[in-house]
């Protein structure tokens, strides 16, 4: 599973009208994304900042939805921003919100020796 972490500073008294174009406009159409599994909206408690995690089952999906999809997601909040948001993509190694079952483990201590494939298993759980 994949992560990409955007942040960016909004404008003064904008979170209200971004959590509301995020919960309406866009996650429903990042539901529709292949590879889309899940989004978490940040904001610091000054609401001058933001940061959305979303996760991907590979890194290709997240790679083609930033390639195909992102620049649009920008333009549809361009308004509300601050400046240029700031991206990250990184492989999720633990989680307790997604918690994962490592399927295939190799023996190998050498990471960079370790050719067996890995493979994830999501375990939902309803909090």
């Given amino acids: 599973?994949?992560?990409?972490?955007?942040?960016?500073?909004l404008k003064p008294d904008s979170l209200r009208l971004f959590a509301s174009l995020m919960e309406c406009k866009i996650l429903p159409w990042l539901r529709q994304q292949k590879g889309f599994l899940d989004l978490i909206i940040l904001a610091l408690p000054d609401a001058c900042e933001v940061a959305t995690l979303s996760f991907w089952d590979q890194e290709g999906n997240a790679q083609a939805y930033n390639v195909t999809a992102y620049p649009e997601v920008v333009q549809i909040l361009e308004e509300l921003l601050d400046?240029?948001?700031?991206?990250?993509?990184?492989?999720?190694?633990?989680?307790?919100?997604?918690p994962l079952l490592r399927v295939s483990v190799s023996a190998s201590a050498n990471p960079a020796s370790?050719?067996?494939?890995?493979?994830?298993?999501?375990?939902?759980?309803?909090i």
């Fill in 1 to 9: 599973m994949f992560a990409r972490k955007v942040s960016v500073r």
């Fill in 83 to 98: 400046g240029i948001p700031y991206v990250k993509t990184f492989e999720v190694v633990s989680s307790t919100l997604h």
């Fill in 114 to 126: 370790d050719t067996a494939p890995h493979a994830y298993q999501s375990c939902e759980t309803t």
